[in-house]
């Protein structure tokens, strides 16, 4: 084999792409089709409460083009890091719009699902710390709601040669899905596993960028090249090398299951107007013991929010003591009746969204003034946020002249329930023998004419 | 003076995982890019003034030359979505670099 050819449709399975690039992806006659479906970026929700950040529908509109492009074509399908964050819940999810497609369709195909969530009852006292996060206690263990490891790419490989031609796996690293079927062919591990760090996110390494458009990858012997699939995207050597920056720390030295990606040879070269050719990529293996990332998440407690502006020029000239004298009110009001909650007025038009305090110099005209009450209970959460925003609306600030009320309400009601707040709670490396292990075991299914038997 | 907005086609911020955060800086040219890296323009004790944080929190800066950028990665003020949250993604933090000036 001289080539190996990987069609990446979008950055994360539900994101769409035009039917056009997709075709015209098919059109080249990929060996695989992969997607990467997952990202801890969102935030902590989504791994907690076992519900995906993509909508169903258009996850399922995506994997009909694609089940179905990879049937006819007979070559492999592969998702990683399903339903978003990985957890069995999610894969679950994943799986329920691939058995719907398939029975719609009347699909026959071999597929193997691959979980990642990670029993509690097998975390040792060996968890290593990944600074800056914290860390890992075991109390931190105990308090998680689900915990998931990153599979690298030989679960998907096994899957593979085990006869799966569809494989749907729990959280994975995000270039594994692209990488695996090319190293079983005998590909570059360095240079398979860049092409799949690119291809992850796929048109969003083109310009003008886009993480709802296919991108192109061909790996050779001893290097890859990237192309867009739609007449108004190319990739350049800028856009190409810098997407290697993309959501890393270090751009030269990319740490993942089993080893380290190292590009400090890496050379980005344009090849035709609209595709470049990489060079030079070396993927490190682990001296010693290698390690998967955990990723955990707790309940926090539930959040309720109020939605209000002002424009009053004394007012928002004033709105920090406002804030602090709000915040006491509503403390000592409830006090020794409820004490634990997390009170949070966010100011926009005056770095509401911003973690740095020196980006406005001048006091805006108009402020949107968020109120955010969590608590360990739904109940105290709202009398919290309902409390604060009555105090607002009505408190007498000094030099105050609209005294008929401070805030500007767009809706009725004026709260709103914001549902159960999770958070990270575990972030670190596990020790894990690849080959001594039952973790990330493929679980094989046969698919007959839409049933899965 | 030279205004940093002027100079480049790319100034963004971005989550490196939950517990980091990461600006990418890309020249439009060359020289300049090279200009800057040489003459240590940016370093973690400029932009930690810049935001107004510790310069501990500041973990590298870092000159990736095939993309013509400077990448400064810090510590998140906390991990990505903990109470007192203001932006998930961490994608809209970079606007104080628009305004940055230095002289080469």
């Known amino acids: ?453 | 003076m030279i205004k940093l907005f002027d100079m480049v086609d790319v100034v963004r911020s971005k989550n490196s995982g939950p517990y980091e955060l990461t600006f990418d800086i890309l020249f439009k040219d060359a020289d300049h890019f090279a200009a800057f890296v040489d003459k240590k323009i940016m370093t973690p004790a400029v932009f930690a003034g810049l935001y107004g944080i510790d310069e501990s929190l500041v973990e590298s800066v870092i000159a990736f030359p095939p993309a013509k950028a400077v990448k400064i990665t810090i510590i998140r003020p906390m991990a990505s979505g903990d109470l007192g949250e203001k932006d998930i993604y961490g994608a809209q933090q970079h606007s104080p670099l628009l305004s940055f000036e230095y002289e080469v």
Request: proline share 6%; with cysteine; hydrophobic share 40%.
């Open chain 1, 1 to 453: 084999m001289k080539e190996f050819k990987v069609l990446s449709p979008t950055a994360i399975l539900g994101y769409g792409f035009p039917a056009a690039s997709f075709e015209e992806g098919m059109r080249r006659k990929p060996d695989a089709i992969a997607v990467d479906a997952g990202s801890t970026d969102p935030g902590p929700y989504y791994l907690g409460s076992g519900k995906s950040f993509t909508d169903r529908g258009a996850v399922k509109r995506d994997l009909e083009f694609m089940l179905t492009a990879a049937i006819d074509a007979g070559i492999p399908l592969l998702i990683g890091s399903a339903g978003g964050s990985g957890a069995d819940s999610h894969l679950a999810w994943n799986v329920d719009i691939i058995k719907e497609i398939a029975a719609e369709k009347g699909l026959s195909f071999t597929v193997a699902v691959i979980s990642s969530q990670i029993d509690p009852k097998i975390i040792k006292d060996n968890l290593v710390q990944l600074a800056p996060a914290p860390v890992p206690t075991a109390k931190d263990v105990a308090d998680s709601v689900n915990i998931v490891a990153q599979m690298g790419e030989k679960p998907f490989m096994d899957a593979l040669k085990m006869g799966a031609q569809v494989v749907i796996a729990g959280r994975a690293y995000d270039p594994a899905v692209f990488a695996a079927p090319a190293i079983n062919a005998g590909f570059d591990v360095g240079l398979a596993l860049h092409m799949g760090k690119i291809l992850e996110c796929a048109a969003i390494a083109s310009t003008p960028g886009s993480g709802s458009d296919c991108m192109f990858g061909t790996l050779r012997a001893d290097h890859f090249e990237l192309d867009t699939l739609n007449p108004v995207k190319k990739c350049t050597t800028t856009s190409v090398s810098a997407h290697t920056l993309y959501e890393k720390s270090n751009p030269t030295k990319l740490p993942g299951p089993g080893g380290v990606l190292d590009l400090t040879g890496t050379t980005f070269e344009q090849a035709t107007e609209t595709s470049v050719i990489v060079r030079g990529s070396k993927f490190v293996p682990d001296e010693g013991q290698s390690y998967i990332k955990l990723e955990g998440a707790k309940l926090v407690g539930y959040r309720t929010v109020s939605f209000a502006s002002a424009c009053d020029p004394i007012m928002i000239s004033r709105i920090n003591e406002i804030v602090q004298a709000v915040k006491d009110k509503v403390a000592s009001n409830f006090e020794g009746k409820i004490d634990d909650y997390f009170l949070d007025f966010k100011i926009y038009g005056a770095n509401g969204g911003s973690f740095c305090s020196s980006s406005v110099n001048t006091p805006p005209a108009e402020i949107a003034i968020v109120i955010e009450a969590v608590a360990p209970t739904v109940a105290n959460a709202d009398t919290i946020c309902s409390f604060a925003r009555s105090t607002l609306l009505h408190f007498g600030y000094e030099g105050r002249k609209s005294t008929a009320g401070n805030l500007a309400f767009p809706f009725s009601p004026s709260d709103f329930s914001g549902g159960a707040v999770y958070g990270f709670s575990l972030y670190c490396l596990m020790p894990h023998d690849d080959d001594n292990t039952t973790l990330f075991a493929p679980k094989i299914s046969q698919v007959k004419d839409g049933v899965w038997i």
